[in-house]
């Protein structure tokens, strides 16, 4: 029976096709890893658990900085699919609302990724930037939409909705907030972001 190695030494096609496993299998591995551990993981163990040699990782991926580089992007591009796949929605104000939440809850994976990715040299820079900026611009979309539907005030504009959006996920992760306490400071968040009328009628008794 042949091995991943010897099918590619025996020809380019599968040599490709082993090359795309191994490094989409890397990048799942290496996403889970860091985003749990932080600065503290290590390409070996990346390595370790993807089956595949240390050699193969940096064959893929010169530097700890470039694979990190390449997770952060991957995972940019991920969320800023499942935005696009909201603009349809038929409630465009839950589309936007699920979705801030969904990003606060996507907050501690991610941001760990960056811590280690600034830990191994690298800036965020590159294709991840271009990737966040992708995932800025849908999460802009969704913004006008749930506007346009009279869920979100329109006064409201993208940079503030970030802005809580980064305060929010950094509140819920270094203060390791439980679900509970996280969803009552989220209900205060869209209270303020809701049309005055809607905010002010939640008050009522």
């Known amino acids: 029976m042949s091995t991943p190695r010897d099918r590619e030494a025996g020809g380019r096609g599968p040599q490709r096709a082993d090359a795309r496993s191994n490094r989409e299998r890397i990048l799942t591995i290496a996403e889970e890893v860091f985003g749990s551990d932080g600065p503290s993981a290590s390409t070996e163990e990346v390595a370790r658990r993807a089956d595949v040699g240390i050699a193969t990782v940096f064959r893929h991926f010169p530097t700890k900085a470039a694979l990190l580089e390449a997770v952060l992007t991957q995972r940019f591009d991920r969320l800023r699919e499942q935005a696009e796949a909201l603009f349809e929605a038929t409630d465009p104000g839950a589309a936007f609302f699920g979705f801030f939440s969904h990003l606060v809850a996507d907050a501690p994976g991610k941001i760990a990724i960056g811590e280690a990715l600034l830990d ?84 009522k008794v």
Not at 172 to 201: H, W
């Open 120 to 203: 191994a040299g690298g800036d965020g820079g590159g294709d991840a930037a271009q990737a966040s900026e992708g995932l800025r611009r849908a999460v802009g979309t969704l913004l006008r939409h749930a506007q346009r539907a009279g869920a979100v005030r329109d006064d409201i504009e993208l940079p503030e909705v970030y802005a809580l959006l980064v305060a929010t996920s950094r509140a819920s992760v270094q203060g390791r907030l439980q679900e509970e306490v996280r969803e009552r400071m989220l209900a205060i968040v869209f209270d303020g972001l809701a049309p005055l009328r809607t905010s002010r009628s939640r008050t």
